[in-house]
């Protein structure tokens, strides 16, 4: 993955971890995502934010509201 982050073939990188071999390929990806100015999220959570952002911005559906707002009951 390093060598097309390099390449300019990968602009966001979604990387949820699981198991020791797989911490050790994310500091590698995490490091160079860092050097590379790449947006790198580590959770779902944070995956479904972005995909959210992404689509609404695709959709031209953008604006501003307090956070609260997002939260009522």
């Known amino acids: 993955a390093v060598n097309e982050m390099e390449a300019g ?3 966001l990188i979604i ?3 699981l198991g020791p071999k797989a911490h050790q390929d994310e500091a590698e990806m995490r490091a160079a995502a860092l050097r590379l100015g790449i947006p790198c999220l580590t959770t ?3 995956a479904a ?3 959210e ?21």
């Open 15 to 17: 990387n949820t971890p």
């Open 9 to 11: 073939e990968i602009q």
């Open 53 to 73: 952002g992404i689509r609404a911005r695709q959709e031209q559906v953008t604006g501003v509201a307090a956070l609260q707002e997002y939260h009522r009951v």
């Open 44 to 46: 779902l959570s944070a």
């Open 49 to 51: 934010a972005a995909v």
